[in-house]
């Protein structure tokens, strides 16, 4: 039965299905770049460390500002510096990633 559009229910269907079909296309990783997992990305023990050093700085001020200490902030401040050094310091003693960082190939290289 037509709506006040004059389109029928079955032609709105398979528009939802056309736009569905759509939108799962752009979301394909094999169509799509975005959203690529590259290989040792952030899977090390001085990637982790490093972030846990970092979040545990970012406690300490929030708590600070609660608190109101700024001692106690620019406590936290030197904390989350510290969370860089102790990842560049873990990455050189060969806990990093073992991967080279060259930027991923795009799928349509060599294509034309």
């Keep these: 039965m037509p709506d006040s559009t004059g389109a029928s229910n079955t032609q709105q269907g398979d528009?939802?299905?056309a736009n569905a079909r759509q939108g799962q296309a752009q979301d394909d990783p094999k169509t799509s770049n975005e959203g690529q997992h590259l290989p040792g990305h952030g899977n090390s023990v001085a990637?982790?460390?490093?972030?846990?050093?970092?979040l545990l700085g970012s406690v300490i001020c929030c708590i600070a500002?609660?608190?109101?200490?700024?001692?106690?902030?620019?406590?936290?401040?030197v904390v989350v510096?510290?969370?860089?050094v102790v990842g560049k310091v873990l990455a050189g003693m060969g806990y990093g990633s073992n991967v080279p960082h060259d930027p991923p190939s795009s799928p349509r290289q060599g294509v034309r």
């Design 81 to 84: 510096a510290l969370g860089g």
């Design 47 to 54: 990637a982790w460390t490093g972030v846990g050093v970092v």
């Design 65 to 77: 500002v609660v608190a109101t200490s700024l001692w106690l902030f620019i406590g936290g401040l």
């Design 15 to 17: 528009a939802r299905q």
